[in-house]
């Protein structure tokens, strides 16, 4: 069996998702690429802002837990980005049952889609948070059998474990893509947004999760969006799982010191304590990328000038912030 | 943190799925320690005449999926049993919904329960099915990170997040048993069962699924039961994950022969051809059970006498396939 995207040139694709920071990206770049591109957002994080106003590209608003809604936009579609999901890794705890609802459940919706309609293509964003504390780093993708951490984690493997089942059972091409931390323009979310606006809240202080030790890899969108085009390209089994993640990483105290140079602020810094910033939070992360450069690709833009730019994209863009 | 059961003795404990095969005999071996049991069981797949009538224990007819009766019978407990599941794992693909629905969610509520009422201990049938098709044999509990090949594995693998996602988070201690296949007495499912009732309904002839020559481990439900309560009473930590298996293997026409031998049959053989019996059936499964073993547990039983015993009981209970 092989995989059939060797263009996305008229192809017709669905974005679950496709309002956010990620799928947003994705969407322009199928743009690029001649694609005509469903979105389908509940714009509970998503901003429509972020989907360009185009002839190729509609944006459905709704939720993957609609089922007739999904079935309707399945129908006709070469290819799905499953990239809706609860992104919140943090407050897992507080709403246990959210990841399975948002992420498992809905990732289940939108295969039980596809299979109705005879689509079989689909990319899936997943994370690297569940290789949980890896003692392997760089952590490659057949790591040792992880234990899962965080309810997140828990339901994007329980997803993964989907999506190769329909592989083997139905007959599937699956992509799935295990991400690093991600920034870059619409980043509206994660340590880089948090320490944005605690500082525009106070720029005199600053609260660190953790011990500011925590030492993590991340990639700017840009790269990780050529990334995922690439895979899908160039890869040509019907199961491809594949690390997305920079071969720098970086300490949160350096990521701080980048964050106030950038914004010319000299803040007193003060911190939670301990290892993790959350519980599930792994202290140390950094994925092995042998697999996906082999297909050559690699990031262009280093951890630093993604911060730099993320920084600036937040101060040009503030309704990002404020409507949260 | 460390566990509280180095006894059984008047101990609570509630038993999801206590009316199948392998609930059952916890059931027994719970009663003999001088536990106070509670079974929760649908009676699906169970037998009401598999939970013995005794003072101490209470049988109740219910679903998991009904929340408000979990929480009810989760009040008190000290340890919970969760082994009700969809445990087909051939028909799968028929129902896609069926292991997530069954097996996932149902988890989930099961965690909720507990966490309502503060019980925070639990043991979890998981299986060798979720290594997928590993490469490395017998299969250790940190194998490469697996590959699903079945929805009944996916279930799995995501219940077995789901609960370590609880110990890390809400404290929760947890022991998740991956076993290979099992035999013995009020076994009415797998491939010993199928031929049975296949040479009962037609003695001169036998189809066999796949070329035969799938080669794996079983173990006997009595050992089974053994392991788990051992390593309850015997491991530590807040997180226990461990195969449960035997050291020896058997190949599927091996299995035919002392089960032919056993009921003096020679029926002519047929095969449906290929290496799997089914989509997402491993065509090898031994696993690395030096985990349990460290713990002072070892199967008492062959394989062979385990397939013989396993006959026998069907012979004397008929009822148990033709309810079915």
Chains 1, 2 share one sequence.
Not at 28 to 45: H, N, P, Q
Not at 237 to 246: D, V
Request: proline share 5%; glycine share 10%.
């Amino acid at each position: 069996m092989t995989t059939v995207f060797h263009s996305f040139a008229d192809k017709r694709v669905l974005v679950t998702g496709g309002a956010g920071f990620v799928g947003s990206h994705v969407v322009d770049a199928l743009l690029e690429r001649g694609a005509r591109v469903t979105v389908i957002d509940d714009l509970s994080t998503g901003f429509e802002e972020f989907v360009p106003k185009a002839p190729r590209v509609e944006l459905v608003r709704g939720n993957l837990l609609d089922q007739p809604l999904l079935d309707r936009l399945c129908q006709g579609q070469d290819l799905v980005f499953h990239f809706a999901a609860n992104a919140d890794v943090r407050e897992g705890l507080l709403h246990p049952r959210r990841d399975v609802e948002q992420n498992l459940l809905a990732t289940q919706n939108v295969l039980e889609a596809m299979r109705k309609h005879g689509v079989k293509d689909i990319a899936f964003s997943s994370t690297g948070a569940i290789y949980g504390d890896c003692a392997v780093l760089p952590t490659p993708e057949d790591a040792p059998f992880p234990i899962q951490t965080s309810l997140y984690g828990a339901s994007k493997v329980a997803s993964e474990g989907l999506l190769t089942a329909y592989a083997f059972g139905y007959g599937f091409n699956v992509w799935l893509f295990r991400f690093v931390s991600l920034l870059g323009p619409r980043y509206t979310h994660g340590h880089v947004f948090d320490f944005w606006r605690k500082l525009r809240s106070d720029p005199t202080r600053l609260e660190i999760l953790g011990n500011g030790e925590q030492k993590k890899s991340y990639i700017h969108v840009a790269d990780c969006v050529a990334g995922m085009l690439t895979a899908i390209e160039r890869a040509d089994g019907p199961i491809n799982i594949l690390n997305l993640g920079h071969d720098e990483w970086l300490e949160v105290n350096e990521s701080v010191r980048i964050i106030c140079g950038e914004l010319g602020l000299s803040p007193k810094l003060s911190y939670t304590g301990g290892e993790r910033g959350w519980v599930g939070d792994a202290p140390k992360l950094l994925l092995d990328t042998s697999r996906i450069r082999a297909l050559g690709w690699k990031p262009t833009r280093s951890i630093q000038s993604s911060i730099i730019d993320t920084v600036r994209f937040l101060e040009e863009n503030p309704y990002c912030a404020e409507r949260r």
